[in-house]
């Protein structure tokens, strides 16, 4: 079966860092882009960061830039997203996502570009 793993959220103060990791089981996804999307309470869902097949593109969006960082390990078929200095705004469910780009250059950042997402894992970021 085809799937994604979240895990590394948890509580965190205000300042604190994090790394989440999104583990892919079921086949390689060594040429696909990756995402991590966040949900917060009464929110819709919004991209954060986005990786194309290779890591060499990558996208932020604007109120995560400088803070946090994605990158994969394709040997390991793991992406990962750094966070730091995190904030309590950035308190949400995040969830990782995959779309079978075979190789593009590209990077995605909309929902419906996406084929395959995890189950989410819960950051919580107390001031």
């Known amino acids: 079966q085809v799937q994604l793993a979240e895990s590394g959220g948890g509580l965190v103060q205000v300042g604190g860092s994090l790394r989440l990791s999104c583990a892919a089981s079921?086949?390689?996804?060594?040429?696909?882009?990756m995402g991590w999307f966040r949900q917060a309470p009464g929110k819709a869902r919004e991209i954060v960061a986005a990786?194309?097949?290779?890591?060499?593109?990558?996208y932020y969006t604007d109120s995560v830039k400088g803070r946090f960082f994605i990158f994969r390990d394709n040997a390991k078929n793991t992406v990962y997203l750094e966070m730091n200095n995190l904030k309590p705004e950035d308190t949400a469910v995040y969830f990782c996502?995959?779309?079978?780009?075979?190789?593009?250059?590209?990077?995605?950042?909309?929902?419906?570009?996406?084929?395959?997402w995890g189950q989410g894992t819960q950051v919580a970021v107390s001031s």
């Open positions: 079921g086949r390689t996804f060594s040429t696909d882009a």
């Open positions: 996502a995959v779309r079978y780009s075979r190789s593009s250059s590209s990077y995605y950042t909309r929902e419906d570009e996406y084929e395959l």
């Open positions: 990786i194309s097949w290779s890591g060499g593109n990558t």
